[in-house]
């Protein structure tokens, strides 16, 4: 339990669906991040955000939609996905975004997703 | 661009000794973490290293040679429950984390 909670743990949808993934973290952390993990691949930076305030927009599609409605909660609305979306994705929480001493990342147990 | 090459998989057996290998590539260094991930789970935190040297947490290590741009995490006395992904990541100038692809760790009886 790393404080860190995410729902669903599955979803599968179809390409002309819309639905939401859920971040909750119990920290009181000040940023958030949105990362997605494809097989054999290294870790996909999506979205972060910082005090509610987005500062990372690492070039994901529109289809992919954050929300961070205040500290401790982080969406991901998600609409005409398509199939190679299908990964895992992960939401982490972190004391702050920048920092000069280390600053570990907690991560939920991610929502895994699948799109037909 | 940015870079971190590890392994991607290694086997080793139980009560040994293994070594996993990362190098990287990134414009600025604010640090690299080790994490473990086990199948079907949350990554979690290992280690961090900001200065060259060897830092030690029990059965764990990490060491970081920054002008060589190496690292490596050393793990001991292996037990069945070690066997997972372990990803290497770097904080670069802008703090952002710079991941590897994880090296998927085998322990054999």
């Known amino acids: 339990e790393t404080g860190v909670t995410q729902t669903p743990r599955h979803l599968v949808m179809g390409m002309t669906n819309k639905k939401s993934l859920k971040c909750e973290q119990h920290l009181g952390h000040n940023a958030m991040y949105w990362y997605k993990q494809s097989a054999k691949k290294p870790l996909e930076l999506m979205f972060v955000?910082?005090?509610?305030?987005?500062?990372e927009n690492n070039s994901v599609p529109s289809r992919f939609s954050p929300e961070c409605p205040n500290s401790s909660h982080l969406f991901l609305h998600l609409h005409t996905l398509q199939p190679e979306d299908s990964a895992l994705y992960l939401c982490?929480?972190?004391?702050?975004?920048?920092?000069?001493?280390?600053?570990?990342?907690?991560f939920g147990p991610g929502t895994r997703l699948t799109v037909l | 661009g940015q870079n971190i090459d590890q392994p991607t998989e290694m086997t080793a057996t139980e009560g040994a000794i293994v070594q996993i290998n990362c190098t990287y590539q990134?414009?600025?260094?604010?640090?690299l973490f080790w994490y473990q991930q086990h199948a079907g789970e949350a990554p979690t935190f290992l280690s961090y290293?900001?200065l060259d040297g060897l830092e030690e947490k029990g059965r764990f290590s990490s060491f970081l040679s920054r002008s060589k741009g190496y690292s490596y995490l050393l793990l001991k006395e292996l037990q069945m429950k070690d066997s997972a992904s372990y990803l290497c990541?770097?904080?670069?100038?802008?703090?952002?984390?710079?991941w590897g692809a994880g090296t998927k760790l085998i322990i054999k009886p």
């Open positions: 290293n900001v």
């Open positions: 990134t414009s600025g260094f604010n640090g």
């Open positions: 982490a929480s972190s004391q702050d975004r920048t920092s000069l001493t280390y600053n570990e990342q907690f």
């Open positions: 955000y910082s005090l509610e305030e987005r500062v």
């Open positions: 990541a770097v904080g670069d100038s802008n703090y952002q984390l710079i």
